[in-house]
């Protein structure tokens, strides 16, 4: 059956996430951006308690626009964070039917054809504040995500549907564009797909997905929405981070147990490698611990309803787990090798005081 037509009006928000270094001092940064540089203002305006907001507010540069092709030109933001990570977000308005935005959809999930501008842009405005990053990282770490934000859905008599009327008529569109195709999706793949949408009030709406999401709302509304999914996606890009650096450092430790392994005396230098593995361990533990405290999403709020929906189906706690199972890898490696020096040590006094026998006996009988 076909459906009526209808004008949907709206942006792709397009993020690139980069960790570009250990951390980011905002307040040098704010110096040098100067009034170039604005902090984000606190978003979540739903019932939300005062105390949800950023621990360390990240600082927003808007930016030259990036042309994309001869007729279209998007605006674009540098967002920075105190944890280390950028995000530039590309926003390209639209004002079309159904079919026009399921492919313009699936053509900016990938986003290759401007991934390249994007990560050179980002290298540029680092290098004007490059006096503000703290240990940059030469291998950026990338991730992107797509938000595709719906402000009005309008039939041929101007009415706009509530949330369950667009789910029920267009849910099937909704789903292709979480998933990026461009073909209708089976019944059951809609299903869970929808199963966990959220709304707030009648005609708002909001359906995440892995790599994208759907947030049909007032732009102003939106904006907080928009704000989370980017949150949830940087603790992703964090903890990815965490464990790369947790993978090498396990590979240090089990290379210098091998190494040591036969080679008595060679353990004598093993509690200063311990102490050098375990200060890397700690220190990814607070900096876990920073990422967990940016900002705080707690109760039944919506907001925080909406975080842990994106947190979830964006695969923040899977990371975490696996950052937190090599942590506690590494911890027993560390008593494992405090362990190996302390054998090496009691077996060295042992092997002592048997020689101080062995010479009071010696000289006992040459005494007599």
């Known amino acids: 059956m076909e459906k009526d037509p209808v ?4 942006c792709f928000q397009i993020l690139f996430l980069y960790d570009v270094a250990e951390a980011i001092d905002l307040e040098m940064l704010g110096r040098l951006l100067g009034t170039r540089g604005g902090t984000v203002e606190r978003p979540f305006s739903r019932r939300t308690p005062q ?3 950023f ?3 990240p600082i927003v540069e808007p930016v030259e626009p990036l042309s994309i092709s001869r007729d279209t030109t998007a605006t674009c933001s540098v967002k920075y964070y105190a944890y280390g990570v950028v995000v530039v977000q590309v926003e390209v308005p639209f004002d079309c039917d159904w079919q026009f935005l399921l492919s313009q959809n699936s053509h900016w999930m990938d986003a290759a054809d401007v991934g390249k501008d994007v990560c050179e842009m980002a290298r ?7 006096r503000a990053v703290i240990r940059p990282t030469k291998d950026w770490l990338q991730e992107t995500y797509l938000v595709t934000e719906i402000n009005e859905i309008k039939n ?4 706009q549907p509530t949330a369950a009327e667009l789910l029920t008529s267009y849910g099937g569109e909704i789903v292709q564009l979480v998933r990026g195709e461009t073909i209708p999706l089976a019944s059951r793949a809609c299903e869970q797909t929808l199963q ?3 709304s707030y009030y009648p005609r708002d709406l909001i359906v995440v997905g892995s790599y994208a999401a759907v947030v049909y709302d007032r732009s102003e509304d939106a904006a907080a929405a928009a704000q989370i999914l980017e949150y949830s996606k940087m603790q992703l890009l964090e903890f990815r981070y965490y464990d790369r650096l947790m993978t ?3 590979a240090d430790f089990y290379d210098v147990l091998e190494r040591k392994r036969n ?3 060679s353990r004598w230098s093993i509690p200063r490698d311990a102490r050098r593995f375990n200060t890397v361990r700690l220190d990814v533990m607070e900096l876990t611990e920073r990422i967990d405290n940016a900002t705080k999403f707690v109760s039944d709020a919506y907001y925080a309803q909406v975080y842990r929906l994106a947190a979830k189906r964006i695969g923040v706690p899977d990371y975490r787990t696996l950052v937190e199972q090599k942590l506690r890898t590494a911890d027993d490696l560390y008593d494992f090798m405090i362990d190996q020096f302390n054998e090496s040590r009691a077996f060295v006094l042992e092997l002592g005081v048997a020689i101080l026998a062995v010479l009071d006996v010696i000289l006992l009988l040459r005494g007599k």
């Open 196 to 198: 966990t949408s959220l």
């Open 51 to 53: 105390y949800v907001g």
């Open 7 to 10: 004008r949907l009006c709206g």
């Open 55 to 57: 621990e360390h507010t």
């Open 248 to 250: 090498q450092v396990l």
């Open 124 to 130: 540029r405005h680092l290098e004007h504040v490059a």
């Open 156 to 159: 041929a008599l101007g009415e």
């Open 263 to 265: 080679v008595l005396f």
